[in-house]
């Protein structure tokens, strides 16, 4: 009885029938679903941080070095321009992102109120606007005609100019309303006397109006005009007979004055490097320094989503995507989440948290970014679970409603695929079995296919195996011929010696004829050692021992050597300055060394130089050989380190050349873990062979 042949095709046609099992599996496969996809959107956002961190690796100027528990203000990007009137009804989108700051010094015993305020701080197009709310129950105006006093409740702007000088101005007002600030200003008159004076800016604009807490004092200040460093300090003057401050608050603590905290903006070079990086729909990054302070943002949780056309039975399994919740980092100016607090210690981690109307799920993913080995800042991600809601209820209608279909274009393909593999691979093995005959020998060309796929390679993979056989017959044939040529000349010499010292009785004759002997012989011998020089090189390889040598000064070592060795031909050596460790075997990259300077010397041209090059190519280290002679064939770059291969003219008969001497170098490189190949420049007209260690 035949035996059933179970083909690749027949295989994959069982397999098809596992399509039918899908609506089975269904279900469980949908109540499993959203875990997985939770999973897989943890790893994406993670992915993604680390992604858009990548290029912000090293950016030292991106994210300054300082202090951790140095204060800093952040300034929001307005989406609309703010008019300087003192009232809040400008900024009621914005109050949510004011920080609050309150003085932590003692009050007098009678009092028992603290000085706070809010402040927000903001920019839109060339100007930066401010906003404080002062608490203070009994605002102190100046006196009548003392303009510049700052007796009286006051407030300071601090900020460092563009040659990082501190610069003061006081708002100190006479009554609500607009109010020009004025700085002091140290002089000296004619008789060397320092005088101070107070100059009044028209910059610089402010708004104070009354409130039933306190006040508000509105500021505009050009963009140009503050550098890294901005703060303000509230005074606050209670008694209106002393006129004495009772205390100053400050958003940079009691040095404000000396040195106001950092003036954090959003960054526009880091947000050309994330924005092509976070242009995912429904995905909003966030770059944070050190403390937490956003450096840059973009995108947004809100997502697009189409109609959803599911029906009224998968609506009743799953519930429906609510694309409308609160979102309370929007327009934040820090975040201190578990994930950033992870993350500033090196790991990437991830958070879940809800929306405080608890209508979205919200995921966020945070990894660092490091400077010099050091943590500097943190890249955020985040995205809301509806997208996996959506899949839920697309995945259901879809999964029930295409099974069959599936089933069906899944068989049919399955079925032209295996019927193309199988052909494929039968007309492989067919090529394979026509190129070599029975005797082992290449006598047909191998197709090899120019398909991409793993038989395609294979197929290369057979073609490229068939040509190095085809190569080594070639070598094997052509072995015999040049051990024939090389040897047959010694043994002339030899044997005509020989004669005429037979025939001959003259002392003189006899004695030049014993010497021609003797040379034949030496080259017979040099012979028999070149053929197993390679041989003994492969043995001590095995016992050759590394240690850490200067390539450099083993370069100048041997370079004069050779300039001893080779008086008549001029040695160029071009190293660099500072020493180059590397393992080595001294012993071997010497024999290396004088293998490959032998050969430019008998190529090179009287009165041209052979250089000698170490160079540092894309990271990885170059010795470069060059010589200026004939160029190399173009069908012997490749084969002139295989083993009895050689250029040389036939007719040179001083020295025996078995084409073993770079196939020495080729065995010393590869020992060292380097490659190594030559390179014909026909303009130059020079030859260089090259020793990449890696």
Request: charged content about 25%; glycine content about 6%; overall charge negative.
């Amino acid at each position: 009885m035949r035996q059933l042949k179970f083909t690749i095709r027949l295989k994959l046609l069982f397999l098809s029938i596992a399509v039918l099992g899908i609506p089975y599996f269904g279900f469980e496969y949908l109540r499993e679903l959203e875990r997985y996809l939770q999973d897989a959107l943890e790893l994406s956002l993670v992915d993604a941080s680390r992604v858009v961190a990548g290029p912000l690796h090293e950016q030292a100027a991106l994210f300054p070095e300082v202090d951790s528990d140095e204060r800093a203000l952040y300034s929001h990007d307005f989406i609309h321009p703010i008019l300087l009137d003192g009232f809040d009804d400008d900024w009621l989108s914005y109050l949510s992102w004011s920080d609050t700051y309150t003085e932590t010094s003692q009050r007098p015993q009678d009092r028992d109120d603290k000085l706070s305020f809010r402040i927000i701080v903001g920019h839109y197009q060339q100007y930066i606007n401010v906003l404080l709310q002062v608490d203070d129950r009994h605002v102190v105006y100046q006196n009548a005609g003392a303009t510049t006093s700052i007796n009286n409740d006051h407030i300071v702007l601090v900020y460092d100019n563009a040659l990082n000088e501190t610069e003061h101005f006081y708002f100190s007002p006479a009554a609500p309303g607009s109010i020009r600030p004025f700085q002091y200003r140290k002089l000296r008159d004619e008789f060397n006397i320092e005088y101070e004076v107070a100059e009044y800016v028209n910059n610089i604009n402010g708004e104070l109006q009354t409130t039933a807490d306190g006040y508000n004092l509105e500021i505009l200040i050009p963009r140009g005009l503050v550098g890294s460093r901005l703060g303000f300090v509230v005074a606050d003057v209670d008694d209106s007979e002393t006129l004495q401050p009772v205390v100053r608050t400050g958003t940079a603590g009691a040095n404000t004055l000396q040195k106001p905290g950092r003036l954090v903006q959003s960054s526009p070079q880091i947000k050309r490097i994330i924005q092509p990086l976070a242009s995912a729909d429904g995905r909003r990054v966030w770059v944070l320094d050190k403390q937490g302070q956003v450096l840059s943002s973009t995108g947004g949780l809100d997502r697009k989503t189409a109609v959803d056309t599911t029906n009224v039975f998968y609506s009743l399994i799953l519930p429906s995507v609510n694309e409308r919740f609160s979102d309370d980092l929007k327009g934040a100016s820090r975040l201190q989440g578990s994930e950033v607090l992870r993350a500033l210690q090196g790991q990437s981690a991830t958070n879940w948290r809800s929306s405080p109307d608890q209508q979205a799920v919200i995921i966020s993913a945070a990894s660092p970014v490091w400077v010099d080995g050091i943590v500097r800042g943190v890249v955020v991600v985040e995205e809301t679970t509806n997208n996996i809601q959506m899949i839920q209820r697309h995945a259901m209608k879809s999964l029930f409603d295409k099974s069959i279909f599936v089933f069906i274009t899944v068989t049919l393909l399955l079925l032209g695929f295996a019927s193309r593999l199988s052909f494929r691979l039968r007309r492989l093995s067919q090529e394979a079995e026509n190129a070599i005959d029975e005797h082992g020998r290449v006598v047909a060309d191998f197709n090899a296919s120019k398909a991409t796929d793993e038989i395609g390679e294979l197929s290369r993979n057979y073609g490229a195996m068939l040509d190095r056989l085809k190569q080594y017959n070639l070598y094997l044939e052509g072995m015999s011929g040049r051990l024939s040529h090389e040897l047959r000349t010694p043994i002339t010499v030899v044997q005509s010696s020989l004669d005429h010292l037979q025939a001959t009785l003259a002392g003189d004759d006899r004695d030049r004829y014993l010497e021609r002997a003797r040379e034949g012989i030496e080259r017979l011998n040099l012979i028999v050692i070149r053929l197993s020089e390679a041989t003994r090189l492969e043995q001590a390889l095995q016992s050759a021992q590394k240690m850490q040598t200067d390539l450099r000064e083993l370069l100048v070592n041997c370079t004069e050597g050779y300039r001893l060795a080779y008086p008549q031909l001029i040695f160029k050596l071009l190293i660099p300055d500072s020493p180059v460790m590397r393992m080595l075997a001294i012993d071997l990259i010497v024999q290396m060394l004088d293998k490959l300077i032998d050969n430019a010397v008998d190529f090179s041209e009287p009165g041209k130089p052979v250089e000698i090059e170490l160079v540092n190519s894309a990271g990885k280290w170059q010795l470069r050989i060059r010589n200026y002679g004939p160029r190399l064939p173009d069908t012997m770059e490749e084969q002139i380190f295989n083993s009895m291969v050689s250029i040389r003219n036939k007719k040179d008969r001083g020295r025996p050349h078995l084409g073993l001497g770079l196939y020495i170098v080729r065995l010393i490189a590869e020992y060292h873990g380097a490659v190594v190949w030559a390179r014909s420049d026909a303009a130059a007209g020079s030859v260089t062979f090259i020793i990449e260690f890696r």
